[in-house]
């Protein structure tokens, strides 16, 4: 099923896919600062609950072994669902371990989510899989600009124990992806054969990329996990402002964010995936320094350019990822999908104890300190990719 066009249609329905999903996954941060309150909990024991949302992405490279041979269509329209639900029931847990249930939920829904329907673009992306990663996370950037806005509203109008009815437009959501997602066999690769692909062999044979790949995003995820997780907490705390205008900047940050995963894609199309990494990893920590360091009115403007500039590596990772020419492409996303999980959740746990330690704002400066390692690493990830295709 070799695909050399671009099918927009089918792009923008696993995108839309993606956009509700994500919408529902990302209200954790913005109710923080009301669960650190109604529990009576720190910022480690916050920044565990965020693990536990992430630990089943641990496992998306074991997804990725046998993702071909199973149907992806009800993965596509049902687990925005699955995670509609526990996201919105977040408020309404009684006690912390009904709280962790419904987080590592919403992580289990988000991991068999986000292997395959990469893959799905990358088919229908042709020879532009640059721009079709950018419809992808366009999707998924939306939905993170808009979650955390859409939970404050519902808590302020129903309570934090009636956000149970956001559920609803998640389930008239899932009924016309039900419509619209097409009844044809996603998960049919380009091999004769898929029942004698080595997963082994396929990671022996990329470690030396996955491991430059590793280093990359590590030390661009310490920043952007820490203000993804603590940016509302960071504001309502140490700066002092309200819950509202906490969930506000944190929508700030991801409006760019859609901006930068929609072009990104694209002019890595054109100048070159690692010169649009290394672009990123210079200008990003001297964003940071100007959101920490200056008043209230550049806050808001730093914010619009870090957003942008620290979403904008994902979708031209992805495609550098499904590019390396393996015959086993959920494989290698579900890898990537592993490695994020795991640079991720170092770092946010990292955030959490050193913030407990040290405060939050001296942790954000650690964190735009640390994203300078990320350049040097854009120069061993083009050496080990190069010699990958060699």
């Known amino acids: 099923m070799k695909k050399t066009t671009f099918n927009r249609s089918k ?57 071909h041979k199973i149907p992806w269509r009800p993965i596509i329209i049902l687990a925005p669902l699955v995670t509609a639900i526990s996201g919105s029931l977040l408020g309404a847990a009684p006690n912390i371990l ?36 950018s ?31 956001l559920a609803i437009p998640a389930l008239v959501a899932t ?32 470690s030396g990329f996955f491991i430059a790949l590793t280093i990359y995003m590590l030390f661009r995820s310490v920043m952007r996990a820490t203000l993804s997780t603590f940016l509302p907490t960071y504001m309502v705390g140490p700066k002092g402002s309200t819950l509202l205008y906490g969930a506000f900047s944190l929508s700030v940050l991801q ?17 070159g ?31 619009l350019a870090l957003g942008f500039v620290l979403a904008a590596s994902t979708p031209v990772l992805l495609a550098l990822v499904q590019e390396q020419g393996s015959n086993q492409p959920a494989l290698m996303n579900g890898t990537f999908t592993t490695i994020n999980f795991i640079s991720g959740a170092l770092s946010v746990l990292a955030a959490g104890y050193i913030g ?16 300078f390692i990320a350049i040097p690493s854009v120069f061993l990830l083009k050496r080990k990719s190069l010699s990958q295709r060699q």
């Open 98 to 133: 009904l709280l962790g249930i419904l987080l590592f939920t919403i992580g289990i829904s988000s991991a068999v989510f986000h292997v395959p329907a990469p893959v799905m673009i990358k088919i229908f992306s042709g020879n532009r899989a640059g721009k079709g990663m």
């Open 175 to 206: 009924i016309i992806l039900l419509f619209t997602v097409e009844k044809i066999p996603y998960e049919t690769i380009d091999t004769k054969d898929i029942t004698k692909l080595k997963w082994k062999d396929t990671l022996n044979k990329y």
């Open 273 to 303: 995936r690692f010169n649009t990494l290394l672009i990123l990893a210079i200008v990003s920590p001297f964003f940071m320094f100007l959101f920490l360091w200056s008043g209230p009115a550049f806050q808001i403007i730093s914010l």
């Open 356 to 371: 407990d330690a040290i405060g939050l704002a001296k942790t954000f400066q650690v964190s735009g300190y640390l994203a």
């Open 135 to 165: 419809f992808y996370m366009l999707g998924g950037e939306s939905a993170r600009m808009l979650g955390p806005l859409l939970i404050v509203s519902a808590v302020s109008w129903w309570g934090l124990e009636g956000t149970w009815r």
């Open 11 to 67: 792009i923008i329905t696993i995108s839309s896919a993606h956009f509700v999903h994500d919408v529902y996954s990302s209200f954790l941060a913005p109710l923080l600062p009301l669960l650190l309150k109604k529990y009576g909990i720190n910022l480690a024991v916050a920044s565990w609950l965020s693990l536990i949302q992430r630990i089943p992405s641990l496992f998306s490279i074991v997804l990725g072994t046998f993702a």
């Open 255 to 271: 409006a760019t964010a859609v901006l930068g995963t929609f072009v990104s894609g694209s002019i890595s199309d054109r100048i």
